[in-house]
């Protein structure tokens, strides 16, 4: 690679490790949608749907909105209202909440949207709705979505899901927001057909990139072009929401596939988990800086108050999941009052700590919510889903890597116990130890801010395609110190060159706080990923440390 292509060595080791091939390095390194865009008619029902949006459109119909309440559906939702808005048009935008109405359609607010409305647009949400949407009695519903789809489709106008069981698969990877995007763009070439023009899609980038890394959806094929064309589209501060989330959490670069997962993904979340569900699909679709400013300060307080609620749960459904064993196929906890709009971040960190797929379920009298969250190669949606099929749940249903559940006290165990012996069939009982897979070997020396810069260049990173991984052998530690509650600042050299500095999100909650801040001298194995950390004006290369071992 190195040879044939002139490439950096370290962006070299990058490519290779992704199976990307010399004649393949210069696309990979410049995606562009112009190569991967899909046709949208690729997708069924996608001229339908495209058709009869175009319709209300021209007639001036009345539009409802109906999105789901997480960053995926707040960023579809604000691409159908600023597509409309540009058009001349406005949108009733209607997002349930999470805790008295729960995940997607529910009968009495669709039939009240179609009493009101002539086409209710379904986005990531609506695929299992059968009920809901039959009730719309009176209104067309488009259901334009990405969740894993039944065996039967909801008695929709149009269903446009690539996660249809009766589609290819190929474009399984798209998140909501994608699926609105390429809806758009087929409206687009109609309009064209017929003569007319619509909205610059590209200038609506920044909200497909914003929804696929919140969603986790892996960066390959076209989403890595959606993340990259997004993020120069942020660059330009253009959508108000974005740049008072920006200028709210202080940022002081442009943003990156990280801003986009860790600073602007959980704020806009905030809203659907314990504040007004809606918060941040206005936010993302408002076009006032004022009212724009505002939201963004109302989700960052939202967002602080849910990082102590989810702590509190988090470490009750810690101890309990560690009572019931780490070893099962099945890691799993729950409990009265436990907030459902955080049960979902503490089954991640059950998740990530035992390598095993893991449900949270928070009690409210005799129903309980619960989400989970899988690991690689153990479909959790399906078996959910075949769960709710068998009577174990009230429902369920969700994607590969995440899942929702409602569930009564009754049901509790018995649906457990079938849950853990349908992903032990998938082999999760089997699972050892996370892997840490690494791209090379360095020395702090050589970890300078134009590697990390050469490195950003086979981006955007997240997941299938994760940031490079490098070990730093035989490291001492020249200082530790806490910070905030769980995290770990630190520094460290091989003893003869210059020293860097690390940080370790979360390190008091695992243990690796309390090690290496009692290292009396000890060498330690160094993993994880380089960052450039912007402070002051000054910019410096940080280690987001992943794990050690004593050297």
Known sequence: MEQQTGLPRAVCLTLVKRNVTPEDSADYLTPTLKALLPDPRSLKDMETAAARFLAAVDAREKIAIFADYDVDGGCSAALLIDWLRQMGREATLYVPDRIDEGYGPNEPAMRSLAQAHDLIICVDCGTLSHDPVAAAKGADVVVLDHHLGGETLPPALAVVNPNRQDESGDLAHLCAAAVVFLMLVEAGRQLREAGGKGPDLMRMLDLVALATVADVAPLTGVNRAF???????????????LAALADVTNLEKPPSGQTLGFVFGPRVNSGGRIGQADLGARLLSTADPAEALSLAQKLDALNAERRSIEDHVRLAASEQAEQRGLKAPLVWAAGDGWHPGVVGIVAARLKESANRPSVVIGF??????????????????????????????????????????????????????????????????????????????????????????????????????????????????????????????????????????????????????????????????????LELNSWGGRTSVQLRLEDAAPA
């Open 364 to 529: 409210d009298g005799d129903e309980g919510k619960g989400s989970g969250r899988s690991v690689s190669g153990i479909d959790l949606g399906h078996a959910i889903q075949r769960l709710s099929s068998e009577g174990l749940l009230l429902k369920g249903g969700g994607h590969k890597m995440a899942a929702g559940l409602t569930v009564t006290r009754d049901q509790l165990d018995a649906a457990m116990a079938r849950l853990s012996q349908l992903l032990a069939q998938q082999g999760a009982d089997q699972l050892g130890a996370a892997d840490l897979k690494l791209d090379g070997v360095l020395m702090p020396g050589a970890a300078s801010v134009e590697l990390v810069e050469q490195l950003e260049n086979a981006g955007p990173f997240g997941a299938s395609s994760p940031a490079p991984r490098f070990a730093f052998p035989e490291m001492a530690l020249s200082y530790t110190r806490a910070v905030g509650q769980s995290h770990l600042k630190f520094a460290f050299s091989d003893g003869t060159g210059p020293r860097l500095e690390g940080i370790a999100f979360g390190a008091f909650d695992t243990g690796l706080g309390q090690i290496l801040s009692n290292h009396n001298g000890a060498r330690f194995n160094l993993a994880g990923r």
């Open 227 to 241: 993340v990259r064309q997004g993020l120069r589209v942020m660059t330009a501060r253009d959508r108000p929401g």
